[in-house]
């Protein structure tokens, strides 16, 4: 079992639709929580980061956290076709700890 | 945000060669650089971790003499793939983190790297 897993999509939106992605993991010690967006043939970009169960919001991108699931999620509000990316959620166990990426949802919004 | 630069972003070469690809932080220290392999469709994995004049930390299965890694400074690390062979083919990602820079230690990712092996 990946201690990882986020399902690769691809996931398909019209423009101005919430796009939703989520990822769970299996190591309860993973405290630190991040997502980012990779374009094709580039390197990934911080979307967010986040320590704590709970909600965080930045611009249209809101990050959530739920520890005693193990879930994490990310919603893009108003989607835009510049939003059509791989996204990637990842995480380590203390701030000095290696990432453990899940595999990448495709997202593709239709204009 | 901080940039992490990689050359070449696309190399060919013959089977049996040796690639260097280079990873350079341009605006700040990088007391730890990390090199990531990634398959087509499929997510990054950790190859190594290296730290400014130390022994990388290689992980499970990654071949240590075939995947030499250097950081010799605080704004450069290479990483050679000896003797090339075609499943050598990927993209390869570093990342480059300055210690106590941040709250997490956020690593900044490069551009990546285009192999393909002949």
């Known amino acids: 079992q990946k201690e990882v897993e986020q399902d690769p999509g691809p996931l398909s939106v019209p423009e101005g639709a919430i796009v939703s992605l989520n990822c769970t993991y299996s190591?309860?010690?993973?405290?630190?929580f991040m997502w980012y967006r990779q374009y094709s043939r580039k390197g990934p970009e911080l979307l967010m980061y986040?320590?704590?169960?709970g909600n965080k919001e930045d611009g249209r991108f809101t990050a959530q956290v739920d520890k005693s699931s193990k879930y994490i999620s990310l919603f893009i509000r108003d989607s835009q076709p510049s939003d059509s990316a791989t996204y990637l959620c990842?995480?380590?166990?203390?701030?000095?700890?290696?990432?453990?990426f899940g595999a990448g949802t495709q997202v593709v919004v239709t204009p | 945000g901080a940039v992490v630069s990689q050359h070449p972003s696309r190399v060919i070469c013959k089977s049996g060669t040796s690639v260097k690809i280079e990873c350079r932080s341009l605006?700040?220290?990088?007391?730890?650089m990390f090199w990531y392999r990634q398959f087509p469709k499929q997510s990054l994995m950790l190859m190594a971790t290296?730290?400014?004049?130390?022994?990388?930390?290689?992980e499970q299965g990654v071949e240590k003499d075939k995947f030499l890694i250097n950081h010799a400074s605080l704004t450069l690390s290479t990483l050679t793939v000896t003797s090339a062979h075609p499943e050598d083919s990927s993209f390869y990602i570093c990342?480059?983190?300055?210690?106590?820079?941040?709250?997490?230690?956020?690593?900044?990712f490069g551009p990546g790297t285009r192999l393909t092996v002949l």
């Open positions: 990842a995480m380590k166990t203390d701030s000095w700890g290696k990432l453990q």
């Open positions: 986040t320590y704590s169960s």
């Open positions: 290296s730290n400014e004049g130390s022994k990388a930390t290689y």
């Open positions: 605006d700040f220290q990088a007391t730890t």
């Open positions: 990342s480059a983190s300055a210690n106590g820079g941040s709250s997490y230690n956020e690593q900044f």
């Open positions: 190591n309860s010690a993973f405290q630190y």
